[in-house]
């Protein structure tokens, strides 16, 4: 049974969490976990998404939970955005 705050309800349909924390976290907090973490298909809404257009050597999780200032300003190298889109309209080189 859910409350008013969405707890008591997973809104995941795949996760890296145990069940009894899906149910505890109230549905605002849940939907800003990445999607990677814990797929609620937020992502969209949320705007936790990843940029990188090539390899990464960051986990998935952490590419979708990183602000998008700092995902541009990670080297190539490690985490490769050249060329994505950015949601101001600019794109990464």
């Known amino acids: 049974m859910q409350n008013e705050k969405g707890q008591g309800a997973s809104h995941a349909s795949d996760s890296k969490l145990p069940q009894s924390v899906q149910q505890k976290v109230p549905e605002s907090v849940e939907h800003k976990v990445p999607d990677a973490a814990h ?45 994505a889109k950015m949601s101001d309209g600019s794109v990464s080189k």
């Open 39 to 83: 797929d609620t298909g937020a992502n969209k809404e949320t705007g936790k998404v990843s940029h990188a257009t090539g390899d990464s050597k960051v986990p998935k999780t952490l590419q979708e939970g990183l602000p998008e200032k700092v995902e541009k300003a990670v080297p190539n190298a490690i985490h490769d955005t050249s060329g």
